[in-house]
């Protein structure tokens, strides 16, 4: 699994081989110029390291043309392809025989994507389909989730009911009995599930456009 310090590292490394800072790169990609600084790596009180979003890493690839295995490679200090990480479709994700019971990828009709950094891990990809997850997540894309990461307000999540149904939004609040979420598309509305009725969530890690 890439980890932040590997994250911010394939940015610098991004931008070395470009001939430029870390500011040259965010403005390369349209971004704040301040959006790589060493300042906003950490979340308040500078103890722990934060995840760029993956909209800001999407606009430096597609700015510098690299493909996410190219980052990836950067990123861990590899040139492997990586092992292979099963696939499916998000609209494939709602029915059974997927999954086990902690959201952990199960059984067969899966195919398979190598994504360099993921070494080990037990991640999945899930391929969007649709419009619901727009200007975030679009049709094609890829989402890399990470079941055996914990989740955190703000995080870009998964989510299947008990019904079969699997949704990716923001993670709004989650207490002992409901979780709430936040629509990636204002078109769609938010969701407040309880949580008897969540077989299980978890965090989208990367994204590949």
């Known amino acids: 699994m890439l980890t932040h310090k590997q994250i911010w590292r394939g940015l610098d490394v991004l931008a070395t081989r470009a001939g430029l800072s870390s500011s040259g790169l965010a403005r390369k990609a349209g971004l704040d110029a301040t959006a790589f600084n060493p300042s906003k790596r950490y979340v308040a009180g500078g103890t722990r390291l934060r995840w760029p979003s993956t909209e800001s890493i999407a606009k430096v690839l597609s700015a510098m043309g690299v493909s996410f295995e190219e980052f990836a490679a950067m990123a861990s200090g590899s040139t492997a392809t990586g092992q292979p990480v099963p696939l499916i479709g998000l609209a494939q994700a709602?029915?059974?025989?997927?999954?086990?019971?902690?959201?952990?990828?199960?059984?067969?009709?899966?195919?398979?994507?190598?994504?360099?950094?993921?070494?080990?891990?037990?991640?999945?990809?899930?391929?969007?389909?649709?419009?619901?997850?727009?200007?975030?997540?679009?049709?094609?894309?890829?989402?890399?989730?990470?079941?055996?990461?914990?989740?955190?307000?703000?995080?870009?999540?998964?989510?299947?009911?008990?019904?079969?149904?699997?949704?990716?939004?923001?993670?709004?609040?989650?207490?002992?009995?409901?979780?709430?979420?936040?629509?990636?598309?204002?078109?769609?509305?938010?969701?407040?599930?309880?949580?008897?009725?969540?077989?299980?969530?978890?965090?989208?890690?990367?994204?590949?456009?």
Do not use: C
């Open 94 to 209: 709602g029915s059974g025989g997927f999954f086990d019971d902690a959201g952990y990828p199960v059984g067969s009709g899966w195919d398979e994507v190598r994504f360099p950094g993921f070494d080990g891990s037990r991640a999945y990809a899930l391929e969007i389909s649709g419009d619901s997850m727009e200007p975030v997540f679009r049709e094609g894309d890829r989402i890399v989730v990470a079941p055996e990461e914990s989740v955190r307000r703000g995080d870009r999540v998964v989510v299947r009911t008990r019904d079969g149904e699997v949704m990716a939004k923001e993670l709004r609040r989650m207490t002992e009995t409901r979780i709430e979420l936040a629509s990636l598309n204002t078109d769609y509305p938010d969701r407040t599930l309880d949580r008897r009725h969540v077989d299980w969530i978890a965090r989208i890690v990367w994204a590949s456009q």
